[in-house]
Protein backbone atom coordinates (compact mmCIF):
# COMPACT_ATOMS: atom_id res chain seq x y z
CA UNK A 1 0.00 0.00 0.00
CA UNK A 2 1.10 3.58 -0.70
CA UNK A 3 0.16 6.60 0.39
CA UNK A 4 -1.90 7.52 -2.06
CA UNK A 5 -3.82 3.92 -1.96
CA UNK A 6 -7.16 4.00 0.39
CA UNK A 7 -7.02 1.17 2.87
CA UNK A 8 -9.54 -0.78 2.16
CA UNK A 9 -8.92 -3.20 5.40
CA UNK A 10 -9.40 -0.59 7.41
CA UNK A 11 -11.83 0.98 5.99
CA UNK A 12 -14.15 -2.28 6.19
CA UNK A 13 -12.97 -2.67 10.08
CA UNK A 14 -14.27 0.72 10.45
CA UNK A 15 -17.52 0.30 8.84
CA UNK A 16 -18.04 -3.14 10.89
CA UNK A 17 -17.07 -1.45 13.87
CA UNK A 18 -20.37 0.89 13.27
CA UNK A 19 -18.41 3.85 14.42
CA UNK A 20 -18.36 7.53 13.57
CA UNK A 21 -15.05 8.55 12.92
CA UNK A 22 -14.94 11.17 15.76
CA UNK A 23 -15.85 7.50 17.84
CA UNK A 24 -12.65 5.77 16.27
CA UNK A 25 -10.47 8.65 17.19
CA UNK A 26 -12.35 8.56 20.66
CA UNK A 27 -11.51 4.93 21.46
CA UNK A 28 -7.85 5.14 20.25
CA UNK A 29 -7.29 8.64 22.27
CA UNK A 30 -8.33 6.66 25.36
CA UNK A 31 -6.71 3.83 24.75
CA UNK A 32 -3.54 6.20 24.50
CA UNK A 33 -4.20 7.77 27.62
CA UNK A 34 -4.42 4.45 29.50
CA UNK A 35 -1.47 3.59 28.01
CA UNK A 36 0.20 6.41 30.09
CA UNK A 37 0.78 8.35 26.43
CA UNK A 38 -2.42 10.68 26.31
CA UNK A 39 -3.45 11.58 22.36
CA UNK A 40 -5.26 14.05 20.93
CA UNK A 41 -6.30 13.04 17.77
CA UNK A 42 -9.53 14.43 15.69
CA UNK A 43 -12.02 13.19 13.43
CA UNK A 44 -10.39 13.67 9.83
CA UNK A 45 -7.35 11.48 11.20
CA UNK A 46 -9.66 8.83 10.47
CA UNK A 47 -10.16 10.03 7.12
CA UNK A 48 -6.97 10.02 6.45
CA UNK A 49 -5.96 6.68 7.51
CA UNK A 50 -8.75 5.12 5.08
CA UNK A 51 -7.25 7.25 2.34
CA UNK A 52 -3.82 5.64 2.58
CA UNK A 53 -1.52 7.59 5.01
CA UNK A 54 -0.41 5.38 7.64
CA UNK A 55 -0.28 5.64 10.88
CA UNK A 56 2.70 6.73 13.33
CA UNK A 57 4.34 3.04 14.06
CA UNK A 58 3.35 3.45 17.70
CA UNK A 59 -0.37 4.75 16.80
CA UNK A 60 -0.53 1.32 14.72
CA UNK A 61 -1.00 -0.98 17.81
CA UNK A 62 -3.70 1.68 19.65
CA UNK A 63 -5.57 1.09 16.10
CA UNK A 64 -5.56 -2.35 16.39
CA UNK A 65 -6.33 -2.80 20.19
CA UNK A 66 -9.16 -0.57 20.04
CA UNK A 67 -10.49 -2.18 17.27
CA UNK A 68 -10.11 -5.82 19.05
CA UNK A 69 -12.18 -4.31 22.09
CA UNK A 70 -14.65 -3.32 19.97
CA UNK A 71 -15.24 -5.79 17.68
CA UNK A 72 -14.39 -8.72 20.31
CA UNK A 73 -11.29 -10.24 18.08
CA UNK A 74 -7.55 -9.92 17.93
CA UNK A 75 -7.23 -8.00 14.75
CA UNK A 76 -4.02 -8.12 13.40
CA UNK A 77 -1.34 -5.78 11.40
CA UNK A 78 -2.08 -7.49 8.09
CA UNK A 79 -5.48 -7.29 8.51
CA UNK A 80 -6.08 -3.78 8.66
CA UNK A 81 -3.96 -2.90 6.30
CA UNK A 82 -0.68 -2.37 8.01
CA UNK A 83 2.79 -3.62 7.51
CA UNK A 84 3.93 -6.08 9.94
CA UNK A 85 6.18 -5.50 12.69
CA UNK A 86 9.39 -6.94 13.97
CA UNK A 87 8.89 -9.79 15.71
CA UNK A 88 8.12 -7.94 19.69
CA UNK A 89 9.88 -9.47 22.97
CA UNK A 90 6.08 -11.56 23.44
CA UNK A 91 6.48 -13.49 20.51
CA UNK A 92 10.34 -13.74 20.84
CA UNK A 93 11.47 -17.52 18.86
CA UNK A 94 13.73 -18.06 21.95
CA UNK A 95 11.98 -18.38 25.39
CA UNK A 96 15.11 -17.74 27.27
CA UNK A 97 16.49 -14.82 25.43
CA UNK A 98 13.41 -13.18 25.57
CA UNK A 99 13.45 -13.62 29.07
CA UNK A 100 16.62 -11.90 29.46
CA UNK A 101 15.55 -8.64 27.01
CA UNK A 102 12.61 -8.49 29.25
CA UNK A 103 14.35 -8.76 32.59
CA UNK A 104 17.49 -6.39 32.12
CA UNK A 105 14.72 -3.81 30.52
CA UNK A 106 12.48 -4.12 33.54
CA UNK A 107 15.77 -3.46 35.71
CA UNK A 108 17.27 -0.73 33.75
CA UNK A 109 15.72 2.72 35.15
CA UNK A 110 16.13 4.34 32.27
CA UNK A 111 14.31 1.97 30.18
CA UNK A 112 12.11 0.95 32.86
CA UNK A 113 9.47 4.04 31.71
CA UNK A 114 9.53 2.76 28.02
CA UNK A 115 8.56 -1.15 29.21
CA UNK A 116 5.78 -0.24 31.26
CA UNK A 117 3.65 1.81 28.78
CA UNK A 118 3.00 -1.41 27.30
CA UNK A 119 -0.33 -1.49 26.53
CA UNK A 120 -2.90 -4.09 27.87
CA UNK A 121 -4.25 -6.05 24.82
CA UNK A 122 -7.59 -8.05 24.69
CA UNK A 123 -5.66 -9.26 21.01
CA UNK A 124 -2.43 -11.02 23.01
CA UNK A 125 -1.55 -13.72 21.30
CA UNK A 126 -1.78 -16.72 24.04
CA UNK A 127 0.60 -19.67 23.25
CA UNK A 128 -1.39 -23.06 23.15
CA UNK A 129 -0.97 -25.69 25.29
CA UNK A 130 0.18 -27.71 22.39
CA UNK A 131 2.43 -24.97 20.93
CA UNK A 132 4.17 -25.04 24.17
CA UNK A 133 4.92 -28.51 25.59
CA UNK A 134 7.99 -29.77 26.17
CA UNK A 135 9.56 -27.08 23.93
CA UNK A 136 12.49 -25.43 25.03
CA UNK A 137 14.92 -23.57 22.06
CA UNK A 138 18.42 -24.75 22.89
CA UNK A 139 20.51 -22.52 24.83
CA UNK A 140 24.06 -22.17 25.32
CA UNK A 141 24.67 -24.23 28.64
CA UNK A 142 27.25 -22.54 30.71
CA UNK A 143 29.56 -24.76 31.29
CA UNK A 144 31.18 -23.69 34.83
CA UNK A 145 27.67 -23.85 36.16
CA UNK A 146 25.53 -26.78 37.40
CA UNK A 147 22.44 -27.02 39.21
CA UNK A 148 20.74 -29.28 41.57
CA UNK A 149 17.29 -29.50 43.46
CA UNK A 150 19.12 -27.47 46.38
CA UNK A 151 18.83 -24.82 43.36
CA UNK A 152 15.28 -25.35 42.96
CA UNK A 153 14.46 -25.30 46.56
CA UNK A 154 15.98 -21.86 46.49
CA UNK A 155 14.24 -20.12 43.94
CA UNK A 156 11.01 -21.48 45.16
CA UNK A 157 11.45 -20.14 48.54
CA UNK A 158 12.53 -16.76 47.28
CA UNK A 159 9.32 -15.92 45.27
CA UNK A 160 7.56 -16.98 48.32
CA UNK A 161 9.35 -14.41 50.25
CA UNK A 162 8.94 -11.63 47.47
CA UNK A 163 5.20 -13.04 47.28
CA UNK A 164 5.21 -12.05 51.26
CA UNK A 165 6.39 -8.31 50.76
CA UNK A 166 4.46 -7.86 48.10
CA UNK A 167 1.48 -8.84 50.24
CA UNK A 168 3.14 -6.79 53.24
CA UNK A 169 3.96 -3.56 50.71
CA UNK A 170 2.92 -3.62 47.74
CA UNK A 171 4.02 -4.09 43.98
CA UNK A 172 6.42 -0.84 43.67
CA UNK A 173 8.47 -2.16 46.31
CA UNK A 174 8.79 -6.24 45.61
CA UNK A 175 8.71 -6.06 41.70
CA UNK A 176 12.07 -4.81 40.98
CA UNK A 177 13.32 -7.14 43.33
CA UNK A 178 12.03 -9.93 41.68
CA UNK A 179 12.72 -8.88 38.20
CA UNK A 180 16.61 -8.57 39.65
CA UNK A 181 16.30 -12.06 40.97
CA UNK A 182 14.96 -13.14 38.06
CA UNK A 183 17.45 -11.86 35.56
CA UNK A 184 20.82 -12.20 38.02
CA UNK A 185 19.84 -15.71 38.95
CA UNK A 186 17.15 -17.39 37.61
CA UNK A 187 18.37 -16.81 34.19
CA UNK A 188 21.36 -17.89 34.38
CA UNK A 189 20.16 -21.21 36.55
CA UNK A 190 18.02 -21.92 33.17
CA UNK A 191 20.94 -22.37 30.87
CA UNK A 192 23.34 -24.29 33.59
CA UNK A 193 24.09 -27.95 33.01
CA UNK A 194 21.30 -29.78 34.72
CA UNK A 195 19.57 -33.40 34.70
CA UNK A 196 16.55 -33.18 33.08
CA UNK A 197 14.50 -33.76 36.35
CA UNK A 198 16.25 -30.49 37.51
CA UNK A 199 15.98 -28.63 34.31
CA UNK A 200 12.09 -29.52 33.98
CA UNK A 201 11.65 -28.45 38.11
CA UNK A 202 13.72 -25.09 37.68
CA UNK A 203 11.31 -24.37 34.48
CA UNK A 204 8.31 -24.47 36.60
CA UNK A 205 9.90 -22.47 39.25
CA UNK A 206 11.09 -20.01 37.16
CA UNK A 207 7.26 -19.71 35.11
CA UNK A 208 6.00 -19.23 38.62
CA UNK A 209 8.44 -16.65 39.33
CA UNK A 210 7.10 -14.53 36.25
CA UNK A 211 3.75 -15.67 37.17
CA UNK A 212 4.33 -13.66 40.55
CA UNK A 213 6.33 -10.44 39.14
CA UNK A 214 3.15 -10.05 36.09
CA UNK A 215 0.81 -9.84 39.45
CA UNK A 216 3.19 -7.19 40.55
CA UNK A 217 3.51 -5.03 37.71
CA UNK A 218 -0.74 -5.39 37.66
CA UNK A 219 -0.73 -3.92 40.88
CA UNK A 220 1.60 -1.23 40.00
CA UNK A 221 -0.79 -0.64 36.96
CA UNK A 222 1.79 -2.17 34.24
CA UNK A 223 -0.59 -4.04 32.12
CA UNK A 224 1.16 -4.88 28.77
CA UNK A 225 4.46 -5.78 31.12
CA UNK A 226 2.34 -8.04 33.46
CA UNK A 227 1.39 -9.47 29.78
CA UNK A 228 4.71 -9.92 29.21
CA UNK A 229 5.52 -12.23 32.09
CA UNK A 230 2.64 -13.74 31.73
CA UNK A 231 3.35 -15.18 28.63
CA UNK A 232 6.83 -16.23 29.11
CA UNK A 233 5.34 -17.96 32.63
CA UNK A 234 3.14 -19.66 30.09
CA UNK A 235 6.29 -20.57 27.73
CA UNK A 236 7.92 -21.96 30.74
CA UNK A 237 5.89 -24.12 32.35
CA UNK A 238 4.69 -25.79 28.87
CA UNK A 239 8.49 -26.16 28.47
CA UNK A 240 8.37 -28.20 31.56
CA UNK A 241 5.14 -30.12 30.40
CA UNK A 242 3.43 -28.68 33.80
CA UNK A 243 0.30 -28.01 32.47
CA UNK A 244 -1.29 -27.11 36.07
CA UNK A 245 1.21 -24.19 36.38
CA UNK A 246 0.20 -22.95 32.67
CA UNK A 247 -2.81 -23.53 33.45
CA UNK A 248 -3.11 -21.42 37.05
CA UNK A 249 -0.82 -18.76 35.14
CA UNK A 250 -4.02 -18.72 32.71
CA UNK A 251 -6.39 -17.61 35.46
CA UNK A 252 -3.94 -14.73 36.51
CA UNK A 253 -4.59 -13.33 33.16
CA UNK A 254 -8.33 -13.56 33.59
CA UNK A 255 -8.08 -12.21 36.72
CA UNK A 256 -6.50 -8.99 35.32
CA UNK A 257 -9.03 -9.18 32.63
CA UNK A 258 -11.61 -9.10 34.76
CA UNK A 259 -10.43 -6.28 36.83
CA UNK A 260 -9.96 -3.94 33.86
CA UNK A 261 -13.78 -4.77 32.75
CA UNK A 262 -12.67 -6.91 29.76
CA UNK A 263 -15.63 -9.10 29.95
CA UNK A 264 -15.21 -11.74 27.31
CA UNK A 265 -11.21 -11.95 27.27
CA UNK A 266 -11.69 -12.78 31.29
CA UNK A 267 -13.88 -15.13 30.18
CA UNK A 268 -12.19 -16.86 27.36
CA UNK A 269 -8.93 -17.02 29.76
CA UNK A 270 -11.09 -18.69 32.80
CA UNK A 271 -12.19 -20.83 30.66
CA UNK A 272 -9.02 -22.20 29.13
CA UNK A 273 -7.20 -21.89 32.52
CA UNK A 274 -10.55 -24.15 33.99
CA UNK A 275 -9.77 -26.91 30.84
CA UNK A 276 -8.03 -29.62 33.32
CA UNK A 277 -8.96 -28.59 36.48
CA UNK A 278 -11.63 -31.80 36.60
CA UNK A 279 -9.28 -34.38 37.16
CA UNK A 280 -7.69 -32.45 39.67
CA UNK A 281 -9.82 -32.71 42.51
CA UNK A 282 -12.18 -30.05 44.57
CA UNK A 283 -9.29 -27.17 45.65
CA UNK A 284 -8.29 -26.67 41.81
CA UNK A 285 -12.04 -26.97 40.62
CA UNK A 286 -12.92 -23.81 42.95
CA UNK A 287 -9.76 -21.73 42.60
CA UNK A 288 -11.11 -22.20 38.61
CA UNK A 289 -14.56 -22.17 38.88
CA UNK A 290 -15.31 -18.87 40.95
CA UNK A 291 -12.61 -17.05 38.76
CA UNK A 292 -15.12 -18.32 35.91
CA UNK A 293 -18.35 -17.10 38.16
CA UNK A 294 -16.98 -13.74 38.05
CA UNK A 295 -15.92 -13.64 34.21
CA UNK A 296 -19.20 -15.18 33.15
CA UNK A 297 -20.97 -11.70 35.61
CA UNK A 298 -19.29 -9.46 33.48
CA UNK A 299 -20.66 -10.74 30.14
CA UNK A 300 -23.82 -10.87 32.08
CA UNK A 301 -24.38 -14.42 31.51
CA UNK A 302 -26.35 -14.72 34.83
CA UNK A 303 -26.91 -18.67 34.98
CA UNK A 304 -23.19 -19.44 34.05
CA UNK A 305 -22.07 -17.41 36.37
CA UNK A 306 -24.37 -18.58 39.52
CA UNK A 307 -24.12 -22.38 38.02
CA UNK A 308 -20.45 -21.86 38.49
CA UNK A 309 -20.65 -19.97 41.95
CA UNK A 310 -22.35 -23.21 43.32
CA UNK A 311 -19.83 -25.40 41.64
CA UNK A 312 -17.36 -23.53 43.51
CA UNK A 313 -19.18 -23.68 47.08
CA UNK A 314 -19.44 -27.59 46.37
CA UNK A 315 -16.25 -27.97 45.50
CA UNK A 316 -14.87 -26.08 48.60
CA UNK A 317 -16.97 -28.12 50.67
CA UNK A 318 -15.78 -31.30 48.91
CA UNK A 319 -12.17 -30.07 49.82
CA UNK A 320 -12.97 -29.43 54.03
CA UNK A 321 -11.64 -26.63 55.88
CA UNK A 322 -8.60 -28.92 57.47
CA UNK A 323 -6.97 -28.76 53.67
CA UNK A 324 -4.30 -26.94 52.35
CA UNK A 325 -6.06 -23.63 50.68
CA UNK A 326 -4.00 -24.15 46.60
CA UNK A 327 -3.46 -20.58 45.55
CA UNK A 328 -4.95 -18.58 48.80
CA UNK A 329 -8.56 -19.88 47.75
CA UNK A 330 -10.07 -20.32 50.87
CA UNK A 331 -13.93 -19.43 52.15
CA UNK A 332 -12.78 -15.40 52.08
CA UNK A 333 -11.67 -15.99 48.47
CA UNK A 334 -15.09 -17.19 47.76
CA UNK A 335 -17.22 -14.90 49.67
CA UNK A 336 -15.22 -12.22 47.47
CA UNK A 337 -16.37 -14.20 44.18
CA UNK A 338 -19.94 -14.00 45.07
CA UNK A 339 -19.40 -10.43 45.78
CA UNK A 340 -18.16 -9.36 42.32
CA UNK A 341 -20.86 -11.57 40.74
CA UNK A 342 -23.84 -10.18 42.59
CA UNK A 343 -22.38 -7.04 41.45
CA UNK A 344 -22.12 -7.48 38.32
CA UNK A 345 -25.32 -8.63 37.65
CA UNK A 346 -26.60 -5.89 39.74
CA UNK A 347 -27.41 -7.05 43.25
CA UNK A 348 -25.30 -3.92 45.16
CA UNK A 349 -27.13 -4.82 48.30
CA UNK A 350 -26.11 -8.36 47.94
CA UNK A 351 -22.35 -7.70 47.25
CA UNK A 352 -22.47 -5.47 50.23
CA UNK A 353 -23.29 -8.02 52.33
CA UNK A 354 -20.35 -10.71 50.78
CA UNK A 355 -18.16 -8.43 51.30
CA UNK A 356 -18.61 -7.74 54.43
CA UNK A 357 -18.30 -11.69 55.08
CA UNK A 358 -15.22 -11.50 53.00
CA UNK A 359 -13.93 -9.11 56.10
CA UNK A 360 -14.91 -12.14 58.71
CA UNK A 361 -13.79 -14.76 56.77
CA UNK A 362 -10.07 -13.12 56.54
CA UNK A 363 -7.48 -14.38 58.12
CA UNK A 364 -4.53 -12.12 59.75
CA UNK A 365 -1.82 -13.14 57.97
CA UNK A 366 -3.89 -12.65 54.56
CA UNK A 367 -2.48 -10.11 52.11
CA UNK A 368 -2.46 -6.21 52.79
CA UNK A 369 -2.75 -5.11 49.67
CA UNK A 370 -5.98 -6.91 48.74
CA UNK A 371 -7.06 -5.83 52.00
CA UNK A 372 -7.55 -2.29 51.39
CA UNK A 373 -8.50 -3.05 47.90
CA UNK A 374 -11.39 -5.37 48.94
CA UNK A 375 -12.13 -2.13 51.77
CA UNK A 376 -12.45 0.49 48.89
CA UNK A 377 -14.79 -1.59 46.88
CA UNK A 378 -16.96 -1.70 49.98
CA UNK A 379 -17.06 1.92 50.75
CA UNK A 380 -17.74 2.48 47.19
CA UNK A 381 -20.59 0.45 47.01
CA UNK A 382 -22.26 1.97 50.52
CA UNK A 383 -21.89 5.13 49.50
CA UNK A 384 -24.04 3.79 46.10
CA UNK A 385 -26.65 2.68 48.62
CA UNK A 386 -26.75 6.15 50.02
CA UNK A 387 -24.98 4.95 53.53
CA UNK A 388 -22.74 8.20 53.38
CA UNK A 389 -21.38 7.90 56.87
CA UNK A 390 -21.32 4.11 57.04
CA UNK A 391 -19.04 4.34 53.64
CA UNK A 392 -16.79 7.35 55.49
CA UNK A 393 -16.42 4.92 58.29
CA UNK A 394 -14.68 2.23 55.70
CA UNK A 395 -12.73 4.78 53.75
CA UNK A 396 -10.96 6.08 57.20
CA UNK A 397 -9.89 2.75 57.31
CA UNK A 398 -8.90 2.62 54.72
CA UNK A 399 -6.76 6.10 54.67
CA UNK A 400 -5.27 5.12 57.81
CA UNK A 401 -3.30 1.96 56.47
CA UNK A 402 -3.01 3.53 53.18
CA UNK A 403 0.80 4.85 54.06
CA UNK A 404 2.35 1.64 54.52
CA UNK A 405 1.79 0.27 51.03
CA UNK A 406 3.58 0.66 47.87
CA UNK A 407 0.64 -0.11 45.68
CA UNK A 408 -0.62 1.49 42.56
CA UNK A 409 -4.40 -0.13 43.08
CA UNK A 410 -4.45 1.00 46.28
CA UNK A 411 -3.62 4.33 45.43
CA UNK A 412 -6.05 4.52 42.81
CA UNK A 413 -8.68 3.77 45.03
CA UNK A 414 -7.54 5.92 47.40
CA UNK A 415 -7.30 8.86 44.39
CA UNK A 416 -11.52 7.75 44.01
CA UNK A 417 -12.49 9.09 47.14
CA UNK A 418 -12.19 12.83 46.79
CA UNK A 419 -13.74 12.76 43.40
CA UNK A 420 -16.92 10.71 45.22
CA UNK A 421 -17.05 12.63 48.38
CA UNK A 422 -17.37 16.02 46.44
CA UNK A 423 -21.03 16.20 46.23
CA UNK A 424 -21.21 15.49 49.30
CA UNK A 425 -18.83 18.29 51.45
CA UNK A 426 -22.02 19.91 53.16
CA UNK A 427 -21.76 16.87 55.58
CA UNK A 428 -18.99 16.92 58.28
CA UNK A 429 -18.12 13.48 58.49
CA UNK A 430 -17.85 13.54 54.39
CA UNK A 431 -15.70 16.36 54.55
CA UNK A 432 -13.42 15.36 56.86
CA UNK A 433 -12.51 12.33 55.09
CA UNK A 434 -12.63 14.09 51.78
CA UNK A 435 -9.85 16.95 52.93
CA UNK A 436 -8.11 13.40 54.15
CA UNK A 437 -7.83 11.33 50.81
CA UNK A 438 -6.75 14.86 49.23
CA UNK A 439 -4.00 14.45 50.98
CA UNK A 440 -3.29 11.03 50.79
CA UNK A 441 -3.59 11.13 47.48
Known amino acids: MTAREANDHLGRLHREAGWTQRQFVQAVNRIGTERGTPLMYQRPSVNQWINGHLPKGETRPLILEALSRKLGRPITHSEAGFPTPPQSLTSHP ?61 VTEMTDQLNAIYNRRGGRTSRPMAAAFLTNTVIPYLRANASEEVRKSMM ?131 AYHSAQVRYSLGDVAGSVESLKLHFKLRAPTDSQVTELRFQSMLAERQLELGYLELACSTWSEVLAKHPSLQSGAVDQFVAEISRRLRPYRSNSVAKAVHERSLQAA
Not at 248 to 255: D, E, T
Open 94 to 154: NTVEGLIDLGRQDMEPSRRSIVGAGLFSVALAIPDWPDVLGRMEAVQSDKSLRIGMADVEV
Open 204 to 334: TAAAFLCYVTGWMAVDEGLHGLAQRYYTKGLELAGASSDYLTYCHILRGMSVQAADLGHGPTATRLADAAASAAPTTGPLMRAFMAGQQAHSYALVGDRAAAMRSIKETERAMDAAGSGKTQLGGYTPATL
